[in-house]
């Protein structure tokens, strides 16, 4: 039996200790803030529940494996709520698309009433294409440990495979490949920001992204997502799992081997195993001693290489009335979204604000969560992360207020007038999720999928520091509650059973 010291109270820390304390380990999980749950955060008003951070649930058997394997059904615990619609979208002329919420089939006739036959069949096309990609990649890159580009050139003798996943083609250029209609190809764009990424660059294989969402579902947690970060608490809870809020690790003792965390104030926790679900940057390069960042070199180096993932300025509101044809899930795409890549990335210029953002609005109908007559709105667009030494300062006066006027005036502008009936609102920059998650600049998912590599130089789990792990969304293989849950299985199983 190890004592194992988790750093960190987010979706992939829980689960890791969840599955460790299943497999008899005696667990402690350490805690910067005054709650668990990491990104995926609650706000409550006035009877108005929101979601902070994820708001959808795709890949939900992940978490029923999680519940199964430490003690009892996913179902027994939370209940998930299949969406008729999974969402609604808007393009720039003023086209909508209810995209259902399982079943390529019922999607691309959906795709098909909306833009046309002939864009059903190039979608039903490249779906076929991204089931190949998820059958190739999902077991030797989702489900298994990474071992940077050693990964890929082990494949290289399966060139089929590799012809699949097509490594050298980006996002954009696959959907290219397959679909004619700027706004279908719009879409498949979006799919590139789940891993906080620019579809021009981000990777091919990233068309598994819709395929999963259509073929396994995309669900709503009964009471909001929160409740999913509740039921894995309480699970932690009940194998014996030791909590401690407050409690913000300053140093991993390294030397000679791994034997604890020293917190700020000074105490020392002892441990034979350190899993730290904590920004793999932030482990890199100030939890570890120098000799041990020396030690860690290929690791740093990989990330210094990689390109922060985008993050979001978002918008909380509460509002009488109903809006029409409104879904849970709604999407408002702009005339350039090639002009959005451009201002959250910076490559030509300072990263600035979008001027003409696309907006993502969860408006749920679900009683837990919005009064009788009302509507609970979550509202994200991309931005720019917080970098206030060289890039773009989200802490200048003024800034966030004015900003999220100008979003609720896009918003209008695309047919969606929510001024006259909010009760109450309340915006957060990316310089805020930096604050509350520790997040460098607030950044969603650590490092994006910007670059052919990107895969390869995500920071892989197990680290060259022996019995020190790193689990969650800037680790392999992503951010996101499915690939964080991943995260989570693949730590336990290599740490074993006591």
């Known amino acids: 039996m190890a004592n194992v010291v988790v750093i960190g109270a987010g979706m992939g820390g829980m689960a890791c200790a969840a599955r460790l304390a299943s497999k008899g380990h005696t667990v402690t999980v350490l805690e910067h803030n005054e709650t668990w749950g990491g990104k995926l955060g609650v706000v409550s008003h006035a009877g108005h529940v929101f979601d902070t951070g994820p708001s959808l649930l795709t890949l939900p058997a992940v978490y029923r494996d999680l519940f199964l394997k430490t003690g009892g059904a996913l179902a027994d615990s939370i209940e998930l709520v299949d969406l008729e619609t999974a969402f609604r979208y808007q393009f720039a002329d003023g086209t909508v698309l209810k995209m259902p919420g399982v079943g390529i089939g019922r999607c691309a006739e959906a795709i098909g009433d ?103 579902g995309a669900y709503h947690v009964s009471g909001g997502l929160r409740e999913l970060g509740r039921a894995l608490y309480q699970r932690a809870i009940d194998l014996g799992v030791t909590f401690e809020f407050s409690s913000t690790v300053e140093n991993i003792a390294t030397e000679p081997k791994v034997s604890g965390v020293t917190l700020v104030g000074g105490r020392f ?105 009302k509507e609970s709105w979550f509202l994200l667009v991309n931005a720019p992360r917080h970098d206030a030494a060289g890039g773009m300062d989200w802490n200048q006066p003024g800034l966030k207020e004015n900003y999220a006027d100008q979003i609720l005036q896009t918003l209008a502008a695309r047919g969606v007038d929510v001024t006259n009936r909010i009760t109450w609102q309340a915006a957060s920059s990316p310089a805020d999720l930096e604050r509350n998650t520790m997040a460098p600049g607030g950044s969603i998912y650590g490092t994006s999928s910007n670059g052919m590599r990107s895969a390869f130089l995500r920071p892989e789990n197990v680290t060259n520091i022996p019995n020190l792990y790193l689990v969650g969304g800037s680790s392999h293989p992503g951010g996101g509650l499915p690939l964080v849950g991943m995260s989570a299985e693949i730590v336990a199983n290599h740490i074993g059973r006591a």
């Open 114 to 216: 909306a833009l046309g036959g002939e864009s059903a069949l190039q979608w039903r096309e490249f779906m076929r294409r991204a089931a190949k990609m998820w059958a190739v990649t999902r077991k030797p890159f989702l489900e298994s440990e990474l071992h940077g580009m050693k990964s890929l050139v082990s494949m290289s003798w399966r060139i089929g495979d590799l012809r699949t996943i097509s490594p050298t083609k980006t996002l954009r250029e696959m959907a290219q490949h397959y679909i004619s209609d700027p706004r279908l190809l719009t879409l498949v764009d979006r799919y590139a920001t789940y891993t906080g990424s620019d579809p021009r660059r981000a990777p091919a294989a990233l068309a598994t992204v819709p395929y999963v969402e259509q073929m396994f």
């Open 269 to 373: 926790v002892s441990a034979d195993i350190v899993v730290a679900n904590a920004d793999a940057s932030l482990v890199y390069g100030s939890l570890i001693s120098a000799t041990a960042q020396q030690q860690t070199k290929p690791a740093r180096t990989a990330l210094a290489k990689s390109t922060p993932s985008l993050s979001g300025f978002s918008i909380l509101v509460a509002a009488n009335g109903k809006t029409p044809d409104f879904e849970h899930h709604n999407v408002f795409f702009p005339q350039n979204y090639d002009a959005e890549f451009e201002s959250v990335f910076g490559y030509t210029s300072k990263a600035k604000p979008v001027a003409d953002p696309t907006i993502y609005i969860c408006s749920p109908s679900d009683s837990k969560m919005t009064p009788d007559g």
